[in-house]
Each structure stands twice: as C-alpha cells, then as structure tokens.
Nanobody, 119 residues
Framework: QVQLVESGGGMVQPGGSLRLSCAAS????????MDWYRQAPGVRRALVATITRGGSTNYADSVKGRFTISRDNAKNTVYLQMNSLKPEDTAVYYCQYRSSQYPSNDDYWGQGTQVTVSS
C-alpha cells in the first residue's frame, strides 16, 4: 500500500508562487508515472502535470510555461513548482501514483493540499 502526503499549499496573491511536495511511503521509481491533479468545487478533477518513470514530463495547456513537475527519487518526493499563479489555479491539488499508462483503480492518491490564489 503506497501512501502519499501532499504539502506546500496555502494562500498566495495572483502572480505569486508556491511549491507543492508529494512525499511517498515507498519508491516513486516503481510508479509508471507520478501525476498532479487539481479539483475546484463543481469542476471535475483535472490532470495538471505528469512525470514518467523515465523522466519525461507533460503539462496541461492551462499551466504550460508556469508549472514545473520534478522529482527526487532518493527522497521519494515529487514536486510541483507553480509560478505566475492565477485565481483560476485555485483548487485542491492531489498527487497520484500511477501504476500503468492509463489511470486505474490500482493507482494511489494523496489527501490533497489546498491552493488559494486571491488578492
């Protein structure tokens, strides 16, 4: 059983930055990919960023150029650096350990960390 704990969320003004962390109980190297999702009230949970076992990354169009996903395998931690934050980035951000190419019930989720972008 993989356990994930997100941290680093909080309140920030538009244009500000936050760095989210996702600490895993086991080796994130075993995952097919690690993902960051976000979910705002009334909105379906959406994929924000992905980093594969091989190190390749992908981003949602809405965050390209502003967010960066990275990992430290030695620390079993995945990060999401968020810059130039906008009010529409406000959401609960979730870390996902993905076991295969496609999402499935074999994946693991953290409890989420709240990000609020407001003046």
């Amino acid at each position: 059983q993989v356990q994930l704990v997100e941290s680093g969320g909080g309140m920030v003004q538009p244009g500000g930055s936050l760095r989210l962390s996702c600490a895993a109980s086991g080796s994130i190297f075993s995952a097919y990919a690690m993902d960051w999702y976000r979910q705002a009230p009334g909105v379906r949970r959406a994929l924000v960023a992905t980093i594969t076992r091989g190190g390749s990354t992908n981003y949602a169009d809405s965050v390209k150029g502003r967010f960066t996903i990275s990992r430290d395998n030695a620390k079993n931690t995945v990060y999401l650096q968020m810059n130039s934050l906008k009010p529409e980035d406000t959401a609960v951000y979730y870390c996902q350990y993905r076991s295969s190419q496609y999402p499935s019930n074999d994946d693991y989720w953290g409890q989420g960390t709240q990000v609020t972008v407001s003046s």
